[in-house]
């Protein structure tokens, strides 16, 4: 029997194959210490060749340094630094700590980035990418802080398995327009909710979200960035000649800060390579820490609930010279962050990100919409106003204003030319022989005379109730509204100027301040007359209305306003898709403001071109935070329009 057996054995294959799952093997093939937490093929290979894979699980330390030994002997080729990034990353994790991160950071940027070019790996070898993660995640962990959560960017000496390494850093890298960069939150750490896409852009270096400072902390935050913001940023240690670096016992190093608003590439030995960025983690994190959703509720009623909220403005950067602004406006019991997936989707656009600029307007919009107009009317002009002050910048005059529902109808304010068309909704009488105070007269007349933007370009509409809203339309809902929202107390002192007396009284045609809710609805005298004001010729326009159920689109709606409300005659194109009121975040309704921001960029390329060399980041001086102190000055008498034309879109189908 044993002779048999042995026999049989004797017969048995040493070498074969056997079916597996296509997956199975790729992961086995491609796997690494990143993705799997086991070493990749390459690197088991190169153990087992050196005879180390025994030393290593013995002692990574000393496997590490007769590995490095052979390399700096010649007796391993030079694609033994991938090994080396590998087996000392592994080695960090596992109780190695900070020197051997950095070790292998420096040996992935050796292997990726040779002296001489020849023995660079083939833009084909899968362990080129696997370095860049490698690098990437070393550096990271490498500049940790105490306490896990952030990473400290500042030069020094730092200890190397084998040495050490002194990195330079120019503190002037963390100046950001007029703040400081700070917080340094590594984004590679962090998952993302609440976002239908995830943008990353893949490349070399350690992607990071920043928070801000004021440079001087006596001097108020009044920049034009919102409150807030987190900054994409990417941290890069370059190394010159780091093949031969890596094998002597001292290194230097340069440690570069690069935002996302510098060039998304940097230069290295000659060639142009992409920047890691993690834009849509860093989105993430402002939202979650300035949570401006719990806000929604107060900034419609007021002052009920807490303090009302000034009416703020402002953008994701500081402004830079020849951009286009493009500037977002809320609808009802809203908050900037219901652009978040839209913004996030069109910042993916490298010509987008490139060509334009993202404002956003916040403000209490149960308040009466000409007064809500009037407000951001003066935030747009205070920050043209600022921003020329540098020198003449063509791409501000091209500005595109996109309002979603009541934020539509201030939109619409800003492109329009009423005359006493809202006024005589007051009073038949001039209005200076009704208003007797100068300043209740000239707050009544900027909100209620409104002329065109002579820098607003380009208008689109998203579901706007343009004839108004049928839910606004039933009394129980107006009563409520009305016994709710507290009104501007300088609008109320101007009613109050008013209607001082029973000769005035008698002479007007409306009893109380309406709110916005009184102003949506259908047969309201505002929503007639602004229904009625046709935008100003040159200035283009777009609609998006949702029509959500079969049936006509002409008898549709998207659940709060109706087809017939939001369409508009002379508009260059209105898309009509299937879905409800809050449709901003919808792939067809981003691709159409990507379509029309591109068609913009085509009709306006050559402003870039006519706005002199930039300057530094503009900064809007103490006004601009709150629009109510700002000034219509030196834009009022501007000419209206902005000269943009009609360029013939064809008018979208409804999908």
Not at 392 to 400: E, K, N, Q, S
Request: proline fraction near 8%; charge should be neutral; glycine fraction near 10%.
């Amino acid at each position: 029997m044993v002779v048999a057996c042995l026999a049989v054995a004797g017969c048995a294959a040493p070498f074969g194959v056997r079916h597996a799952s296509p997956n199975a093997v790729y992961r086995s093939l491609s796997g690494n210490v990143l993705t799997r937490g086991e070493l990749s093929n390459s690197t088991e290979i190169l153990l087992r060749k050196e005879n180390l894979a025994q030393a290593f699980g013995d002692d990574p330390e000393e496997a590490l340094r007769v590995l490095r030994g052979r390399l700096q002997a010649g007796l391993v080729p030079p694609d033994a630094l991938y090994g080396l990034a590998e087996l000392s990353f592994e080695h960090a994790v596992h109780g190695g700590g900070k020197p051997h991160f950095l070790a292998s950071a420096a040996y992935a940027y050796a292997f990726a980035f040779p002296d001489d070019p020849r023995t660079a790996p083939s833009p084909y070898d899968a362990r080129l990418r696997v370095a860049m993660d490698l690098y990437n995640r070393a550096l990271t962990e490498a500049f940790k802080s105490a306490d896990g959560e952030h990473v400290d960017i500042a030069g020094g000496v730092h200890p190397l398995p084998f040495g050490e390494m002194a990195i330079s850093f120019d503190d002037g890298q963390l100046r950001w327009g007029r703040r400081r960069l700070v917080g340094f939150s590594p984004t590679g750490e962090l998952e993302v909710h609440g976002f239908r896409n995830r943008y990353r852009q893949s490349g070399i270096g350690a992607p990071l979200a920043a928070a801000t400072v004021p440079l001087d902390p006596a001097e108020p935050m009044r920049d034009f960035v919102a409150p807030h913001v987190r900054v994409p940023v990417t941290a890069l240690l370059r190394l010159p000649d780091p093949r031969a670096q890596v094998l002597g016992e001292r290194l230097v190093g340069a440690l570069e800060l690069h935002t996302e608003t510098d060039d998304p590439t940097t230069r290295i030995d000659g060639a142009q390579v992409p920047l890691e960025q993690e834009p849509t983690v860093a989105l993430a994190l402002t939202l979650s820490v300035g949570r401006p959703w719990r806000r929604e509720l107060a900034a419609f009623l007021g002052s009920v609930l807490q303090a009302s909220v000034s009416p703020r403005f402002g953008g994701r950067e500081p402004h830079r010279r020849g951009r286009i602004p493009v500037v977002f406006v809320h609808g009802t019991a809203s908050n900037p962050s219901v652009w978040a997936n839209m913004l996030n989707d069109l910042d993916s656009d490298p010509v987008i990100r490139t060509h334009f600029e993202f404002w956003f307007f916040t403000y209490d919009s149960g308040q009466p919409i000409l007064y809500s107009g009037m407000l951001l009317r003066r935030a747009l002009t205070a920050a043209v106003d600022a921003f020329s002050a540098d020198g003449p910048d063509a791409c501000l005059d091209r500005m595109v204003v996109i309002g979603h529902s009541q934020g539509g109808l201030l939109t619409k304010l800003t492109a329009i030319d009423s005359g006493d068309r809202f006024w005589r909704n007051v009073s038949d009488e001039p209005i200076d022989q009704v208003v007797r105070s100068d300043e209740s007269r000239a707050l009544l007349q900027e909100a209620m005379f409104v002329r065109p933007l002579p820098f607003v370009n380009r208008v689109v509409f998203i579901a706007t109730p343009h004839r108004g809203s049928y839910l606004a339309g039933p009394a129980l809902v107006r009563r409520l509204a009305q016994r709710l929202i507290t009104l501007p107390g300088s609008l109320l002192q101007a009613t109050a100027d008013v209607i001082r007396s029973d000769a005035v009284r008698r002479r007007l045609k409306i009893e109380r301040l309406p709110t916005s809710i009184d102003n949506m609805s259908p047969g309201h005298p505002f929503i007639r007359g602004i229904s009625q004001v046709p935008l100003t010729p040159g200035i283009a326009a777009h609609s998006i209305i949702g029509v959500v159920g079969s049936g006509p689109r002409e008898e549709g709606a998207d659940g709060v306003v109706e087809y017939r409300s939001a369409h508009i005659d002379g508009v260059e194109s209105e898309l009509v898709v299937p879905y409800g009121h809050s449709m901003q975040a919808q792939p067809e309704v981003v691709a159409e403001l990507q379509r029309i921001l591109h068609h913009h960029l085509d009709v306006h390329q050559r402003c870039a071109a006519e706005t002199p060399a930039a300057l530094p980041a503009s900064v809007v001086p103490t006004g601009l935070g709150d629009p109510g102190r700002a000034t219509m000055q030196g834009r009022r008498d501007g000419a209206a329009g902005g000269g943009a034309g009609s360029y013939g879109l064809p008018r979208r189908a409804g999908l």
